[in-house]
């Protein structure tokens, strides 16, 4: 069965980068659009990073306003593996942060569209 294993989380000062990963199986991710989302305490599930399917779409992509220069999304299809670049980490990017699929064709920001999701990885931006 499917599993979707983050990983690439952890602490960084601000102004530093990391790369999270998302690793699938059971499904093959360059049929699926991808979405990275970010939840911290008392707050809901907000669309980081979401890009559309390899095969059927454009693989065009989205950006929330708040991430938009800082962050890159992208995927190793033969890896099965999504990615996403983050540089310039500021406190304010400090959550969890958890990869999401769906099969279909252009991306969406809505959580409850998403079928497969990651464990979450933590990110903690802090001098």
């Known amino acids: 069965q499917y599993q979707f294993v983050e990983s690439g989380g952890g602490l960084v000062q601000p102004g530093g980068s990391l790369r999270l990963s998302c690793l699938a199986s059971?499904?093959?991710?360059?049929?699926?659009?991808v979405g990275w989302f970010r939840q911290v305490p008392g707050k809901e599930h907000e669309a980081v990073s979401c890009i559309s399917d390899s095969d059927s779409s454009d693989g065009s992509t989205y950006y929330a306003d708040a991430v938009k220069g800082r962050f890159t999304i992208s995927r190793d299809n033969t890896k099965n593996t999504v990615y996403l670049q983050m540089n310039s980490l500021n406190p304010e990017d400090t959550a969890v942060y958890y990869c999401?699929?769906?099969?279909?064709?252009?991306?969406?920001?809505?959580?409850?569209?998403?079928?497969?999701w990651g464990q979450g990885t933590q990110v903690t931006v802090s001098s």
């Open positions: 999401a699929a769906r099969g279909g064709s252009y991306y969406s920001t809505t959580p409850s569209e998403y079928d497969y």
């Open positions: 059971g499904f093959t991710l360059a049929s699926y659009r």
